[in-house]
């Protein structure tokens, strides 16, 4: 592969005029440009960017930092970060650490190792992890220090936007099925939920989780779900654990039973909800605009533009067969 | 933040000292390495493992270029190649590149610049991207040139099981929907699946399908499904396309007879697959071995380790209630 050295003897220039060309610190003719480039183009040389890193502090490199993929919604995410990243010339570093504290940990340490330009860090357990970094760090969908950004979804809306689904579909006897109470977005679609039927005078019953998504025994779940089936209106913290509602009824032969007389709403919009038999009615996460969000959010930090603490992103309700 | 100046002032001892402890080139007095040691600790210093990267030429960087993910394979896929190279070592340049040859180059040539030690490219559509680079290269599920090695999953042994097992079940009246020709792996299940039959003397109908994966709109699937109800047995070349036709043969009323008259089997064992209702028998690709492998042979080759051309994971069969 050729190297600078080569470029600047193919051009009659010095390699610092390389150099000074590559990394645009100086003008320099139109006639010596000319000629590097050439050169450059000739030789097909693929100028150091980790070089350039180590001269410029630049690595024009994120890290991004995901819990895990048993929900699908953290692939999603990640893959929308990706995207627009690469838009604004951004690459990324990417770690899957599993809820695991060492591994967070570890995966901390290479980042800053690596001289990412800055840190999103998508619902982590150790906020602890983060408050002493000195890079700039964005989380999504969890609070994890005050004077670190948030970029996350409206819940409390999308709760209430759940709530006002089932009861306009004319359901009396209704029940959400809550997350886990680790998980501020939970909690905060839980109230959005509540709020919303209290406002109607409506009583509900709230079922409290604990992390389906993991439990992959269905014995299990028939003890969670068991008499689900006398509910008409059933709202669910995530898609993932609506289509564990739709396999309970399917096996005690209600099937038929979804989206007529016993209505469901999901909770993420991921790829698969519209893939269930029936197509899911679910509020959508909009993780495309999330993953936007959060990467904008982390560049203005990085280049030293003022942003809110606090940003919330729109949710919106996408009606299909259960509901 | 710390520099290694920083550290070899607190330490008593020359710069380069410590960058010889760093990159242990020399073996230090017991002495100085401890007191080098305890700087490093003293200071929180993290060494810029960009600058080692230009010294050594290691980067312990591999990338990793994925075609889309409409198909959730993909983004599982990556997760696991991530998870064993972590375990190695190894941080991952990640880009989507949405079947998009422009993207693709551009994706490269920022590897190439990054100085990754290795690439790993899944399923691309441009193989003449790949033929003249400098870099170790492992082809996953596409072959992409003779001197370049392929990982692929065993299909003609899959397209075989999925044959089997419809026969297995009784099924007399047996269609496949076989995926776009573009793709090697769709074309080979086809090939497995039509020689099983023929190894049974027995005749079936192939529907050649045009990446429903991405056909959103649901007449254009009816125009592709209809008349799907009159085969007592259905195989697709994927799970995604085993998901619509469920969502086809509910919305005609005979959701009932999944399972039962219409045994269906699908291909992958994506994540989605336990989570349709009926849960969905199907040919598993073992994506978690496929990453681990694609890692090993890329670090095989950079360590100069022969490998075989091409590299078969094993299928195997999943059982669930759509069989």
Redesign the interface.
């Known amino acids: 592969?050729a190297n600078i050295r080569d470029v600047a003897e193919l051009a009659g220039v010095s390699i610092s005029t390389v150099s000074r060309y590559l990394n645009k610190t100086a003008k320099l003719s139109d006639e010596r440009a000319k000629k590097i480039e050439e050169s450059i183009e000739k030789l097909q040389y693929?100028?150091?960017?980790?070089?350039r890193?180590?001269l410029t502090k630049k690595?024009a490199t994120l890290g991004v930092i995901i819990p895990s993929?048993a929900n699908?919604f953290f692939?999603?995410l990640?893959?929308s970060i990706?995207?627009y990243a690469?838009s604004e010339g951004y690459?990324?570093?990417?770690?899957?650490v599993n809820g695991d504290k060492d591994?967070e940990s570890k995966?901390i340490?290479?980042l800053?190792?690596?001289?990412v330009e800055g840190i999103l860090v998508a619902r982590t357990e150790y906020p602890e992890l983060y408050s002493d970094l000195?890079v700039p760090i964005v989380a999504i969908e969890n609070h994890i220090g005050d004077h670190i950004p948030l970029v996350i979804s409206d819940n409390y809306k999308g709760g209430k936007l759940a709530f006002e689904k089932l009861f306009q579909s004319g359901c009396k006897n209704i029940i959400h099925l809550a997350g886990d109470t680790v998980f501020e977005p939970t909690v905060i679609r839980r109230k959005g939920f509540e709020n919303a039927a209290a406002e109607k005078e409506m009583s509900i019953t709230v079922l409290q989780t604990n992390r389906i998504e993991v439990t992959k025994n269905y014995q299990q779940l028939i003890s969670v779900f068991e008499g689900l089936e006398h509910y008409d209106g059933i709202s669910t913290y995530n898609d993932?654990t609506a289509?564990?509602v739709?396999?309970y009824l399917?096996n005690i032969g209600l099937?038929?039973k979804i989206g007529r007389e016993i209505k469901l709403i999901g909770y993420d919009n991921i790829?698969?909800s519209e893939?269930?038999?029936?197509?899911l009615t679910t509020v959508s996460q909009e993780v495309v605009e999330m993953g936007k969000l959060s990467v904008l959010t982390v560049l203005n930090v990085i280049n030293g533009v003022n942003v809110d603490t606090t940003q919330f992103v729109d949710v919106k309700l996408v009606n299909r067969e259960t509901t």
Chains 1, 2 share one sequence.
């Open positions: 592969m693929k100028p150091n960017v980790l070089a890193g180590v690595t993929i699908p692939p999603e990640m893959i990706e995207e690469q690459k990324l570093l990417l770690f899957n591994t995966a340490n290479s800053l190792e690596n001289r000195d993932f289509a564990k739709i396999q399917s099937h038929s790829t698969m893939l269930l038999s029936p197509p």
